[in-house]
Every structure is written in structure tokens, then in C-alpha cells.
């Protein structure tokens, strides 16, 4: 009886660690939800300009953020398990079956950029993760001290809530930014933190990028941590920029070679790649300081 009740003891011991290592690790919690349209102009890899617009949210609380696209977190997390890996590739031949049958294109799963900006209000740190070319994936940590604000007695109503008006020069571009004290965060869109409330606009003096809030609400969201599906490589701000430039300008003579060079060894006729047009408007990505 002693031994079958040794037993017993073990195996609820047993039971009792299985539950507490398969327990759900703890992430922080947002106190709001901040949705954003990102409208901004950019170049094609012939030259010619295009506009887009991407929806962001920010995840916030009064120690930590998360700025992020949902479809591309969505993405990352299926392609970061073997099992989700398997669903991303059963949609992508969904989406294109009904792409071919009538023609909607959008049902194929795409990723929409792969920005994911993480603040630390304790640490007063930042870390961005981006691509920087083709497959490749960088990260970097910068403070917040490089923001300067200067506040102005301009106000504006925005979403119901009263803001005030700030500028601050940051990395090569003028930014002019309304944020509210009525919610009483240092956060904002993208990098854009520092003042005494949210920032629920902004707009860059040359109009080429602007952040717009379209809803606020309260939350208590897990503010999970980056999924990995890819190796992010630790890098400078400006080597990533100065990579990503280079990249874009023979992306075209890139992909043309790519498409070219089939698995099979058999080779695909393709013109030869147009020259990119001069950039006389001046298109550039968020930050220009990398020239």
C-alpha cells in the first residue's frame, strides 16, 4: 500500500509540473488600443511614384508599446510553427484559385511591409524591426533622447478628444504632430513618443508620410513579443536604411534574375529591366539621414 501510494504522489507530481511548464507564459497588457492609417508615397522599382496607405495599431500601456500591422503579425505567427506554416500554405493556394476563378486577388495571403516598433517608457528604448532587402530582416535599439519637442498653443479636435500642437526635426524630416493630455501616454505612431499625451496625428512637412488615428479605445490585450518565423539580424539604424536604399534601386534587375534562373535549370526570356527614372520628387523613405 506504502508503494502504490509513492506512486500516486508521483504521478500527481508529475501531472502538476507538466501543467505548470505547459502554462501560458504572461505578457503585459495594454490599457488602450490606437488604430492608424499610414498613408505615404514611395517609389516603384522603376522610379515611378505610387501612394499607399497601411493600417497600423498601437498597444500601449503606461511602461510599454507595440506598433504593428495585424495582418502581418497574423503572418509571422502561422509561419512560426510547422502546423501554421502548413494553413499559411493551404490559404496562399485558396487565395490563388480564387484569384484565377474571379479574379480577387486579395484573398491571397501578402504581407504588407514588416514593421514592428516596441517602446520601453521605463527604459526609454526603442527597437524597430524591419527588412533591409530580399529575405533579409534586420533590428536595432535607439533612445528616445534624440526627440526635441516644441509645443505650441495651436489645438485641434481630434476623434473627440482636444489636442495640442508639436514639431520636432527627427532624422532628416520635419514633423508636425497633435496630441492629446486627455490621454495621458508618451506614446504615439511609429517612433513618435515623448509628449505629455498620444499622439493621434502626424504629418511630415513634405506630405509624403502622415500617421492619422481612425479609433481609441480601451483594452486589455496581451502586447506579445515579436514571433520569429525569420532571423532578425542585429544592425545599425543607418547601415539597415543604407541597405534597404541599395536594395530597392536593383530590386527590378534582382527579381528579373530570379525569375530567370528557374530550380529546374531551364531559363525564362524576360526583357531587359528598364532604367530607373530620376527621383526629381524627392521620395523618400521615414528617415532620409542615411545619405
Known sequence: MKTIRIIRILLLLSVTLCANAKKKPEYPRAGIKVSYNYHYQALRHDGEAVTNDHDYLLLAN?????????????LDSLNSTPQGRKLHDNLITIGID???????????PHYKGALYVFKSLQNRTTTVYDTYGLGEYGRYDEPFTEFVWSISDSTKNVLGYDCFMAETDYHGRHWTVWFTPEIPLQDG???????PGLILEATDSTDQHSFIATGVENSNQEIYP??????????KRIDMLKAYSDYQKNAGATSRILIMDTPDGSKVNMDAPKQRKANSQNIDFLETDYH
Open 62 to 74: 503606461s511602461d510599454y508599446s507595440k506598433y504593428y500591422n495585424y495582418n502581418n503579425e497574423y
Open 98 to 108: 480564387k484569384a484565377l476563378k474571379d479574379g480577387d486577388y486579395s484573398a491571397i
Open 189 to 195: 505612431p511609429w517612433k513618435l513618443c515623448g509628449l
Open 226 to 235: 515579436i514571433y520569429e518565423p525569420r532571423k532578425y539580424d542585429k544592425m
